[in-house]
C-alpha cells in the first residue's frame, strides 16, 4: 500500500464518544472537517468529514468536490475508520498524485 498515508493531526486526544451510524455503518453526524484555505481557487470552505470513506475530488458525487482541472474526478480517500485512530489519506490514482504538507510527502498514484 504504497499510496497510503496516515494522516497524523498532531491533535490533543479527546473522550470516545459514540456516534450514530447508518444503516451502512458510517456516522450520520460529521466526526471531523477539511478545511480549504481561500486563494485563486475562491473563499475558505469547510467540508464534513464522516466515518468511513470520503471521496475527494472533481465529481460532483464526492464527499468533498473540488471543481478544478487539476483534481482527477476521483482522485484520493480520507478513509475514518474510529473516532480516535487517525484518518488514512489514499490516492486513488490520479494524475496530478496527492501530497501531504507536514510533513512533506508525495504519495505515488
Known amino acids: 500500500m504504497e499510496s497510503t498515508q496516515v ?5 490533543e486526544e479527546e473522550e470516545e464518544t459514540e456516534l450514530s451510524s447508518g444503516s451502512l455503518g458510517y456516522s450520520v453526524e460529521p466526526i471531523g472537517q477539511l478545511r480549504l484555505f481561500s486563494g485563486t481557487h475562491g473563499p475558505e470552505r ?9 471521496v475527494v475530488g ?7 468536490a473540488l471543481p478544478f482541472p487539476s483534481i482527477s474526478k476521483q482522485h484520493a ?5 474510529a473516532w480516535n485512530k487517525a484518518p488514512i489519506l489514499q490516492d486513488c490514482g490520479s494524475l496530478n498524485g496527492t501530497q501531504i504538507v507536514k510533513p512533506p510527502r508525495v504519495l505515488p498514484p
Do not use: H, M, Q, T
Open 7 to 11: 494522516i497524523d493531526w498532531d491533535a
Open 46 to 54: 469547510d467540508f464534513p468529514l464522516y466515518l468511513g470513506k470520503n
Open 58 to 64: 472533481r465529481s460532483p458525487d464526492c464527499s468533498v
Open 77 to 81: 480517500v480520507i478513509e475514518i475508520s
